[in-house]
């Protein structure tokens, strides 16, 4: 089926002659089953499946429309000549191109502002949703980047230092919340992950040393030495070092325990809200997928301004 559902294509198939588009059932059903042979001529993949036409109604003096139906795929429509000479199979329904430019201005409009109000309120959940989580820049800015992450991941290091520049030139106007999202096929993610959320849990500033470090890092950290040098890199942080990492080692306490849950809620988060990788923003709700650049993110929070005027 990769040739007859193939995106953006139009794509035209001689199916041979038939009868004109005023039909008896019979004709009708005559000629579908013309139509369903040739197809499989053309496409020989699907010759052994179970292939369909729905109703087919005329939209044009010539030409007439329908679907192509097979279990479990969804309905390929097509136009077809009512003497059957072109079918052409087609990549979506038809759209309305018959709108003025004023028209389209008001569309454009009334879509734009379902987005920002989508948008808003997205952000706003997020906000109550990851209350407590770390915060760098000033915390009652009122436009906040909330960033799913995985601190072994190379597009997140990337980002991290685009974010940075953000915060730079935003300093009142943005600030991040980090929320963790580690990767499975990143060994030691989730071990950092667990063991920031219990710097995070002493002092806001632990944390983002800790974050700061698994990235300017990344190449030399692994899963046998995580653990060490977060405690080297955490000697002068001030935290009390010896529940730090009963927390972040010790699986049986209740702490370790804690903080894994909370990675885990913080997954699973991102998974509510179409995270499917890493980096992923929202700006006050927008959503800003992956590794993107300054100009993109300056877009969001302009357009945050905009919305909260």
């Known amino acids: 089926m990769t040739r007859l559902l193939a995106l953006a294509l139009l794509v035209s198939a001689l199916v041979g002659c038939g009868p004109a588009s005023s039909q008896t059932a019979d004709s009708s059903e005559e ?36 679907s192509i139906l097979i279990a479990g795929q969804a309905p390929q429509p ?11 199979l087609l990549a979506s329904d038809a759209i ?31 906000d109550a949703a990851t209350t407590g989580l770390p915060v760098r820049g000033n915390a ?23 974010v940075k520049t953000v915060l730079e030139q935003y300093p009142d106007e943005v600030n991040l919340v980090y929320a963790h999202f580690p990767l499975d096929n990143h060994p030691w993610a989730r071990p950092a992950a667990i063991a920031a959320t219990c710097a995070a849990q002493q002092s806001n500033g632990a944390f983002w040393t800790l974050h700061d470090l698994y990235f300017d890092q990344q190449s030399t950290i692994e899963t046998t030495n995580v653990i060490s040098v977060s405690r080297a890199a955490l000697a ?27 990675v885990e809620t913080q997954m699973a988060l ?14 006050n709700g927008q959503f ?22």
């Open 140 to 162: 009652d800015a009122p436009i906040t980047i909330v960033e799913f992450s995985d601190f072994e991941c190379p597009y997140c290091r990337m980002a991290s230092s685009t």
């Open 288 to 309: 800003v997928n992956g590794n993107q650049p300054l100009t993109t993110f300056v877009k969001a929070i302009e357009a945050a301004r905009a919305a909260a005027e």
């Open 270 to 283: 991102g998974d509510e809200y179409g995270v499917r990788g890493t980096p992923a923003f929202f700006v």
């Open 96 to 126: 309305d191109a018959s709108r003025s430019t004023e028209e389209l201005a008001a569309a454009r409009s009334e879509a734009d502002a379902a987005a920002a109000t989508e948008a808003r309120e997205r952000g706003e959940a997020l």
């Open 31 to 66: 000629r579908k089953a013309q139509i369903v042979a040739n197809l499989k001529h053309e496409f020989p993949q699907i010759a052994d499946l179970d292939v369909a036409i729905d109703t087919l109604t005329s939209v044009s003096e010539g030409m007439d429309e329908g």
């Open 78 to 88: 097509f136009l077809i000549s009512s003497d059957n000479s072109k079918m052409y």
């Open 236 to 262: 002068q942080s001030g935290i009390d070092l010896t529940a730090w990492e009963d927390c972040a080692t010790n699986e049986a306490s209740a702490e370790y325990q804690g903080a894994a849950a909370a």
